[in-house]
């Protein structure tokens, strides 16, 4: 689960990362009272779950009042667009209003999951304020790699590794030193898949602070974190994903134009595989789960639908725990219940796929059906091109 920069900035205050001066506003009234209280200059950023904000126009500095308002006005909303949006964007509902600080250096600072190592490990970097796949591609030696056995933890020789490898100056290591030890504490006490700041900066007078902040939590750990939870922004979930959530689905959108409906994560991925190798473009990854029922099918098959560039639907099931004919009749369901305006195509194998296919027959649908998962991906790729 992602949070806005403003929240992660609220945990990073629990653990006494420095932070600038700020409030969150929603109406271009209260960034001029804000940017008054804190006093100018003051920056005014848009809060969206994706980064590069600024190159989109999102991030604003401003000297008067004046300029706050007008800025507030542009951002507030806005459809943001960045690489990490896609063309179309997200609204902005909300900005973090900051106060100026006077920046002398920008670092780069990440914390991850490593799983090739098995181990949690800090990406840093001289050159903050970057994207950091350019940095990675043009000067891979100023990337620092830091790798940590989780069952031990941090230690002293891992901070020295990071402050080193910056090549910070004698009086700031003690306290980049600090403020990394604290945010790998964050990191690990909230189950994050992802921590990130760009830029953390030293300030003229040598201050440390995090000037942005991103954070990922992983979301089978959110029962333990009630106060993430609380957090949580239904404004920036995928519509069709926050209905399929309802239905205990597994649903990603994605820009493809062949629905997919599939039981098991593995299965639906290589599902997705052979239909790019076919020719053609996923539009959805849907696994329906082995405890699915009819009217779970039912409920991904009206999804599915509702994606408006679904232009054929691969149905692809192995019966086990999901018997065909359970799948089979919330297909049918489906069909009866909403406008089946494209092909189908389905593929059944396992548990009762006789009984499946003998319901399909019986429905009157118009479904092509597939000896195999080639066969069927080879059959949707014809419809769809």
Do not use: W
Not at 208 to 233: C, E, Q, T, Y
């Amino acid at each position: 689960m992602k949070i806005h920069e403003y929240q992660a900035k609220e945990l990073f205050n629990k653990y006494a990362v420095p932070v600038p001066q700020g409030g969150v506003c929603d109406t271009p009234d209260d960034v001029v009272r804000i940017a008054a209280d804190l006093g100018f200059p003051v920056a005014v950023k848009a809060q969206i779950h994706a980064g590069g904000r600024g190159k989109g126009g999102g991030v604003k500095v401003v000297r008067t009042a004046e300029e706050a308002l007008q800025a507030a006005g542009t951002i507030l909303g806005m459809q943001l667009v960045t690489k990490q949006t896609g063309p179309e964007g997200r609204l902005v509902k909300k900005v973090l209003v900051e106060k100026g600080v006077r920046i002398k250096k920008e670092l780069y600072l990440s914390i991850i999951p490593d799983r090739e190592t098995a181990s949690i490990t800090i990406i840093a970097s001289q050159d903050g304020g970057m994207d950091i796949e350019e940095v990675a591609e043009k000067h891979p030696e100023r990337i620092i790699k830091v790798a940590i056995n989780p069952l031990n933890g941090i230690q002293g020789y891992h901070l020295r590794q990071v402050v080193f490898g910056l090549q910070l100056e004698p009086g700031l290591m003690k306290t980049v030193s600090g403020v990394v030890r604290k945010l790998y504490n964050l990191f690990v006490d909230y189950d994050c898949s992802m921590l990130e700041i760009n830029p953390l900066i030293i300030t003229e007078e040598n201050e440390v602070i995090a000037l942005d902040g991103k954070m990922d939590i992983d979301s089978n750990a959110l029962f333990r974190h009630p106060d993430v939870v609380a957090m949580h922004d239904p404004n920036e979930d995928d519509p069709m994903e926050a209905e399929a959530a309802k239905y205990n689905l597994n649903y990603i959108n994605l820009d493809g134009n062949v629905g997919n409906m599939v039981n098991g994560a593995g299965l639906a991925m290589a599902t997705m595989d052979i239909i790019k190798q076919a020719g053609a473009s996923p539009a959805n990854f849907l696994d329906v789960g082995g405890g699915a029922n009819a009217e779970m099918v039912e409920n991904g098959f009206r999804i599915i639908l509702s994606d408006p560039n679904v232009k054929g639907i691969l149905i692809n099931i192995f019966g086990g725990i999901l018997r065909c004919d359970v799948l089979a009749t919330g297909v049918v369901q489906a069909a009866q219940h909403v406008n089946l305006s494209v092909p189908v195509v389905v593929r059944m194998e396992g548990t009762n796929v006789e009984a499946g296919r003998r319901i399909l027959a019986e429905s009157g649908l118009k479904l092509i059906n597939a000896t195999d998962l080639a066969d069927a991906a080879q059959k949707v790729a014809e419809i769809v091109n």
